[in-house]
């Protein structure tokens, strides 16, 4: 008997159930819409140096004159961005003038500041600091440094979330981000801008972890799975989301401040959310855990099964899952035997090549040459009939070889975009949109595999470190793209390699799961 049966007397997936998801989907939404911010509030416009002022002979002179004799232009004609000649080459205004021995002519570096054009972004990080030339590697230490509160988050809120509960630990993230989240859309400067979007991501983790908790553990077995596919559904309708706000408000300041404020909200109505039943009871606390039950079962029409509660009943339907929460096991019995170090250790390459490589993707979208915008909705549209061809292939041809085979086919498409001419804008949004595909198909059989192939009592902190593994991907992906301002083809080379190499593991090291018990002992692991 566990906390499930006494779901089921008291109405199983009720209005309780229904509502209580709904106001924990919420909040989802606008956390999705913080992970992939950056894409908007860290866009890179065209510019170019600023021309040095008070040059004589300019005055009658229009613009493009002006840029021709005082700014030297770049392979595709376009002025430098990071150079302006010394001194202005009149000759270049002549029909005969040349740009041949361009390279003989004396430059300096934009001592003037830059000239941004603010046809499609209007207002970045990049243009309030001037985040370009030599500063251009700041952006993507900023993502890095998100994704580290990401990794943080994981780790100290879910230990604070185990000693002081879900709904707790919510209430303070929604408030964090609530905070966090204005500071970075108001403080004057970057280090402060960092610093609170370190927090953001802490609370990015945050969120999703105990969302999850607090909504699976008042669910009842039969609507588990439809819950967790609903919160991915929440996650991928975010992205979606994001990029309709950021094509409305083109300010970096106000679209941060749009997608922060709805906390609020969500700060004031979570002080009406109920604490877990589950956590109430193996942490000593059974009266207010008999209350909450009563209160679920009145809203689901059971009030006189609510009422038949008693303390004893429950603690004693509780009994196994209280006597099993007093054994104890650390992460290195993830590595105690051969086979828990095939398992460990293949697992580890997919989660890590897995997130390194979609974030890697995600994270950069104006690298296809059009427009982000577009590219962020389909990012998220894709998701709805990825997760649909995942579950289908899955169930029909086994996890083994759809993970392997959406992780191959990821990183070969990874690569062969390297090789689509710039203009071909078609096949620049359909190549990343089929690597959505793949890598929404990876994320769910990586999901169900390592939860079968953990054993009972490691499973857990298996699932936990797992994790860790992947955070420590998007960590790097941002890295990544700074040797592409030196080697651009590189990144791609290295993002596609890498899931690949964990696709070909997976096949060859892994075990099919499909139609497979969980496994409970050592002896069914080396088997």
Known sequence: MTFANLLDRIGGVGTFQILHSLLLAFPVCMVACHNFLQNFTAAFPGHHCEPKPGLNGTEGLSYQDLLRVTVPTDERGLPARCQRFKEPQWSFLNFNGTLANITEIETEPCVDGWVYDKSVIRSSIITE?????????????????????????GAIFGGISDR??????LIWSYMQM???GSLVAFLPSFPCYVFFRL???MTFSSVLLNTLCLMLEWMPVKGRTLAGTFIGYVFTSGQMVL????????????LQFSVTAPFYLFFIYSWFLQESGRWLILNGKTDQALTNLRRVAKMNGKLEEGLKLTKEEVISQMQNEISNRKSSHTILDLIRTPGMRRITGCLMMVWFSTSFAYYGLAMDLQKFGISIYLVQFCFGAIDVPAKFVAALTMSYIGRRVTQGTFLILAGSMIIANIFVPIGRSNIKI?????????????LISEFIRSFILFLMY?????????DMNAR??????????LIGDHIPILPAVIFGTAPVLSGIAAICLLTETRNRPLLDTIKEVEE
């Open 430 to 442: 359909k190549i990343p949109d089929l690597n959505s595909v793949c890598y929404m198909g990876t």
């Open 199 to 201: 927090i953001s991501g």
């Open 129 to 153: 600091w001037d985040l370009i030339c030599d500063l251009r590697p700041m952006k993507q230490m900023a993502q890095s440094v998100y994704m580290v509160g990401v990794l943080l988050g």
């Open 243 to 254: 990029s309709g706000l950021a094509y409305a408000i083109r300010d970096w300041r106000w």
């Open 178 to 180: 609530s905070v966090a």
């Open 164 to 169: 002081f509960g879900r709904r707790t630990v």
């Open 472 to 481: 420590v991907g998007s960590v790097v992906a941002p890295v990544i793209h």
């Open 458 to 466: 490691y499973r857990q902190t298996g699932m936990g470190f797992s």
